[in-house]
């Protein structure tokens, strides 16, 4: 059974850090990546990363502050989010495409985690 089960959320004041992960099982997976959902508004892309070649692609939104990684061995992806702002307030959640395509559609992605909450207070 394919599964993708995201954690490392929490609430967190403005400029402090957390990393998120996502640990895949039952298959591998070519490409990995992080979207969020905040209230009121739609899934959006953050970035994405091949776990062959450690090849990355982010949103412009999430480039700068936000670091996605990959441990293959461990079939754990991350996101290191730094400098966080209120509005990064969200739902955070796990995707998977056997493709190796890195994809910015979330319709791209076969596989989803349930989420995990981020909440940033000012």
């Known amino acids: 059974q394919v599964q993708l089960v995201e954690s490392g959320g929490g609430s967190v004041q403005a400029g402090r850090s957390l990393r998120l992960s996502c640990v895949a099982s039952?298959?591998?997976?070519?490409?990995m990546g992080w979207f969020r959902q905040a209230p009121g508004k739609e899934r959006e892309f953050i970035a994405a990363i091949s776990s062959a070649t450690g090849g990355t692609y982010y949103a412009d939104s999430g480039e700068g502050r936000f670091t996605i990684s990959i441990d293959s061995a461990k079939s754990t992806m991350y996101l290191q989010m730094n400098s966080l702002k209120p509005e990064d307030t969200a739902v955070y959640y796990c995707?998977?495409?056997?493709?190796?395509?890195?994809?910015?559609?979330?319709?791209?992605?076969?596989?989803w985690g349930q989420g995990t909450q981020v909440t940033v207070s000012s």
């Open positions: 039952g298959r591998a997976f070519s490409v």
């Open positions: 995707a998977a495409r056997s493709d190796n395509v890195l994809h910015y559609l979330e319709s791209q992605y076969k596989y």
